[in-house]
Nanobody, 124 residues
Framework: QLQLVESGGGLVQPGGSLKLSCAASGFSLDGYAIGWFRQAPGKEREGVSYISRNGVSTDYVDSVKGRFTISRDNAKNTCYLQMNSLKPEDTAVYYC?????????????????WGQGTQVTVSS
């Protein structure tokens, strides 16, 4: 199975920033499109952002457009999610996963190998 490890979460005040990392282990990340997802208590996991294999195509859920930026560095085998102007409603556990090409963020992703995720808490 593919193994991805999320990191970079933490506690931040509203309006602050965090940069999440998604590191691949045991395989080359450049063979896969990557999605970032998040799940808050009592809510379903939702797709947040998508980036194609070569980084040319990106997509964001409406609630984070203009605030979040997804990127990747295939030489470092890592994908990133830069989060600016954070809001309390961004509080969730964030996960990354390989996704199909042209993945639709509004479709439930039946993935079987979710990692531990990284906790993002936005609070004053």
């Amino acid at each position: 199975q593919l193994q991805l490890v999320e990191s970079g979460g933490g506690l931040v005040q509203p309006g602050g920033s965090l940069k999440l990392s998604c590191a691949a282990s045991g395989f080359s990340l450049d063979g896969y499109a990557i999605g970032w997802f998040r799940q808050a208590p009592g809510k379903e996991r939702e797709g947040v952002s998508y980036i194609s294999r070569n980084g040319v195509s990106t997509d964001y859920v409406d609630s984070v457009k203009g605030r979040f930026t997804i990127s990747r560095d295939n030489a470092k085998n890592t994908c990133y999610l830069q989060m600016n102007s954070l809001k309390p409603e961004d509080t969730a556990v964030y996960y990354c996963a390989p996704v199909p090409m042209l993945f639709a963020l509004d479709v439930t992703y039946e993935y079987e190998n979710w990692g531990q995720g990284t906790q993002v808490t936005v609070s004053s």
